[in-house]
């Protein structure tokens, strides 16, 4: 393949960045919930300060065959779209009577 970044001082070639990358995550396996467990979701659209996770939430269901999940708010609500795993985060949750959200940012935006 050739080098179109010779031109710029690096010195790679796309294949050698496949490879590096095929590398890094060969060997790590998807993390998997099960239904009842507790997780937090990235926050993608935030606006200054806010958050860097959403939640708690807690998964309904599950489609292994994707690995997305479905999830809810602990107030109830469920969340509108199937949620890839690689936007969850697990947490562990010691209190049985979880009952409000750390954060969510359409309550915190509200308010």
Avoid at 1 to 19: D, P, Q
Avoid at 82 to 89: C, F, G, P
């Amino acid at each position: 393949m050739v080098n179109k970044f010779a031109s710029y001082g690096h010195n790679f070639t796309i294949t050698s960045a496949l490879v590096r990358w095929d590398e890094l995550i060969k060997g790590k396996e998807t993390q998997t919930f099960k239904t009842n467990d507790f997780v937090l979701l990235r926050h993608e659209s935030k606006k200054g300060l806010e958050y860097n996770w959403m939640g708690p939430y807690q998964v309904i269901n599950c489609n292994p065959d994707f690995n997305v999940y479905q999830i809810k708010e602990v107030e109830g609500n469920v969340y509108n779209s199937w949620v890839h795993t690689d936007r969850l985060k697990p947490i562990s949750i010691n209190s049985t009577n979880t009952s409000t959200s750390w954060y969510i940012p359409r309550i915190a935006r509200a308010q």
